[in-house]
């Protein structure tokens, strides 16, 4: 290596520029997660109507099935119970997303606090270290504080945060990786539902447009095959009239 590329202050300054650069995209991922709660409100208040409408089908079956028949009932019926499988998918899926986005806030929070002030601590250990001429083992233990966090936790909460660590260990984004997972299930799961109730609707307006034109065609052909003989009648009354 040369003597350039040795330079404290070219890796100084390198990791201040990634520093910098990986705390813009945590900023950007923060924002990303603000759309949970209009996607949340939007799967409540279409949840709510289709739990609504489907309530008021199921009392209503004796005169809503004549309307769209026996396969377009079970067709609008299925298409319900996915919107709102979809429904509550989406919001388990936004409850994890509040949940992990909480947690990893907090821990930030208080890990920067009791950080910064041990990094005050640790100036004044090491100038009396300095003036005794002790050589001291200064820093976080983070061995130490991930064990007595695992302590008490299951061993299958241990075993997938350990997971998780080794996994996105080297990725300083580790914090946000979770929680915009669980959001793009939840927009996923959204989208779903969305479509779920669009296709009842449309299943519904179907169904009832085909059985309307059955019963339309039924009738036609009933009123042709009778007009012959209500002609004849007709002729049969006026002979005995005259």
Not at 139 to 157: M, N, S, W
Not at 190 to 198: H, I, N, Y
Request: charged share 20%; aromatic share 10%.
């Amino acid at each position: 290596m040369t003597e350039r590329e040795t330079d404290p202050l070219l890796e100084w300054n390198r990791l201040e520029r990634e520093i910098t650069e990986d705390a813009i995209v945590s900023s950007m991922f923060e924002a990303m997660s603000k759309a949970n709660e209009p996607l949340e409100k939007f799967t409540t208040w279409l949840l709510i109507g289709t739990a609504a409408i489907a309530s008021f089908i199921i009392t209503n079956a004796d005169k809503f099935l004549p309307i769209v028949e026996q396969n377009g009932f079970r067709a609008c019926g299925a298409l319900l119970c996915l919107s709102c499988i979809f429904g509550l998918l989406s919001k388990i899926s936004a409850l994890f997303h509040k949940i992990q986005t909480e947690i990893g806030t907090a821990v930030r929070k208080t890990f920067f606090e009791h950080l910064s002030k041990y990094q005050d601590k640790e100036k004044e250990i090491q100038v009396h270290a300095e003036f005794r001429k002790i050589n001291l083992q200064t820093g976080i233990r983070i061995e130490r504080i991930l064990e007595e966090f695992h302590a008490p936790q299951p061993k299958l909460v241990v075993w997938f945060a350990t997971r998780r660590l080794k996994k996105y260990q080297n990725n300083p984004q580790a914090s946000f990786i979770i929680p915009l997972r669980s959001m793009r299930y939840q927009s996923l799961f959204t989208f779903l539902q969305a479509v779920s109730f669009l296709g009842f609707l449309i299943a519904g307006f179907i169904y009832i447009a085909i059985n309307q034109s059955s019963i339309l065609t039924t009738h036609k052909k009933v009123a042709t095959s009778d007009h012959p003989t209500k002609v004849a009648q007709l002729h049969v009354s006026e002979k005995a009239k005259s």
